[in-house]
T-cell receptor, first 113, second 115 residues
Framework: DSGVTQTPKHLITATGQRVTLRCSPR?????VYWYQQSLDQGLQFLIQ???????AKGNILERFSAQQFPDLHSELNLSSLELGDSALYFC????????????FGPGTRLTVL | AQSVTQLDSHVSVSEGTPVLLRCNYS??????LFWYVQHPNKGLQLLLK??????LVKGINGFEAEFKKSETSFHLTKPSAHMSDAAEYFC?????????????FGSGTRLSIRP
């Protein structure tokens, strides 16, 4: 158990809908990262937050957004969902910046029908 | 620009034989390099990391990797494979010094272990 929790574990929704994925980092970790893992694209870094502020951006679509709250939990919002958004979404946390070890959550499996 | 290339998408070895998973990287700055393992239906777990200290890095479960700057490589090795090593392995490069940190994952190498 990495200490990172993600909810929900599974999510099934329809095209055009909007969903919110939630992540609670390990106690004491200030940095949260979001990743998307799909069969065709592999594992892709989406975005990183550090202590409430956006720190780095990867291949995140404009339809996706994230935020980190004062209690350091983070939410990833996916809107206008398309079939191709079906994937595993991982959250990871670390103490500080990207050179630190990242601890991954178990993931949220999103299925868009 | 950063990039990371895992040279083999699939490696199959017999139990008890050595494992070699190859990773080459390119980086404009002084990189940190990581190997993560992902077992089926699980999240990723850190095996080991290099952050400009010793070039030979020892990790968990008997794995180690050597940072070779001249070859821009960070290959993962294990002397003797175990059935429980069957998983997907990811090489990761992270740059320091750029204004916005970039984290790049390799495409992954699936390791199969034959009895």
């Amino acid at each position: 158990d990495s200490g990172v929790t993600q909810t929900p574990k599974h999510l099934i929704t329809a095209t055009g809908q909007r969903v919110t994925l939630r992540c609670s980092p390990r106690s004491g970790d200030l940095s949260v990262y979001w990743y998307q893992q799909s069969l065709d694209q592999g594992l892709q870094f989406l975005i990183q937050y550090y202590n409430g502020e956006e720190r780095a951006k990867g291949n995140i679509l404009e339809r996706f957004s994230a935020q980190q709250f004062p209690d350091l939990h983070s939410e990833l919002n996916l809107s206008s969902l398309e079939l191709g958004d079906s994937a595993l979404y991982f959250c990871a946390s670390s103490v500080e910046v990207s050179r630190d070890t990242q601890y991954f959550g178990p993931g949220t499996r999103l299925t868009v029908l | 620009a950063q990039s990371v290339t895992q040279l083999d998408s699939h490696v199959s070895v017999s139990e008890g034989t050595p494992v070699l998973l190859r990773c080459n990287y390119s980086s404009s700055y002084s990189p940190s390099l990581f190997w993560y393992v992902q077992h089926p239906n699980k999240g990723l777990q850190l095996l080991l990391k290099y952050t400009s200290a010793a070039t030979l890095v020892k990790g968990i479960n008997g794995f180690e990797a050597e940072f070779k700057k001249s070859e821009t490589s960070f290959h993962l090795t294990k002397p003797s494979a175990h059935m429980s090593d069957a998983a997907e392995y990811f090489c990761v490069v992270s740059d320091r010094g750029s204004s916005a940190s970039k984290i790049i994952f390799g495409s992954g190498t699936r390791l199969s272990i034959r009895p």
